[in-house]
């Protein structure tokens, strides 16, 4: 799955279509899911280098409290984007040094940023979400339904 922090469409995905798939074919070990960012804007990119910088089992849960208060810390007008996701980030157990620093991380981001060009260089990722399974490509806002069609069994 390539993915965008900021991206409504994603959201959806994770909070509607993802808990299905993990039932029926992750947790059953017949598919296996890798999450890849492809940042959308700045506040995307920011919110990827705080995810990464979790441990690894803090990653997942934190991923789906982003997607699912998106609202709150990455379109909330009257708010600092930064500021706010300190705050999701406080309540994954990070501190404030260990944030800024993944703020601050350039190599990081740079390697985001890396990933994504050539994931779009390769898969012609053009939007969010976008999957690819078994070597193709498929784009958009795409219900269980259609992951019945492309998943055997």
């Known amino acids: ?3 965008s922090f900021t991206c409504p469409h994603c959201a959806g995905f994770h909070m509607t279509v993802l808990p299905e798939i993990k039932t029926k074919w992750i947790d059953t070990g017949k598919v296996k899911l890798v999450y890849r960012d492809f940042p959308l ?3 995307a990119l920011l919110a990827a280098q705080v995810a990464r910088h979790l441990p690894v089992e803090r990653y997942e849960p934190f991923v789906l409290a982003l997607l699912s208060t998106q609202d709150r810390w ?3 007008r009257g708010a600092n984007p930064t500021e706010e996701l300190w705050k999701m980030a ?3 157990g990070m501190g404030r040094p ?3 620093k993944a703020v601050a991380d350039t190599a990081l981001r740079d390697w985001i940023l890396k990933e994504a060009q050539a994931d779009q260089e390769r ?3 053009d939007s969010t979400p976008s999957f690819v399974v078994n070597g193709q490509k498929y784009a958009g806002d795409m219900g269980f339904e259609a992951f019945l069609k492309l ?3």
């Open 123 to 125: 898969w012609k990722i």
């Open 98 to 100: 260990a944030f800024d």
């Open 74 to 76: 990455a379109f909330n």
């Open 90 to 92: 406080a309540l994954a």
């Open 41 to 43: 804007d700045q506040v």
């Open 1 to 3: 799955e390539y993915a």
């Open 151 to 153: 998943i055997p069994g």
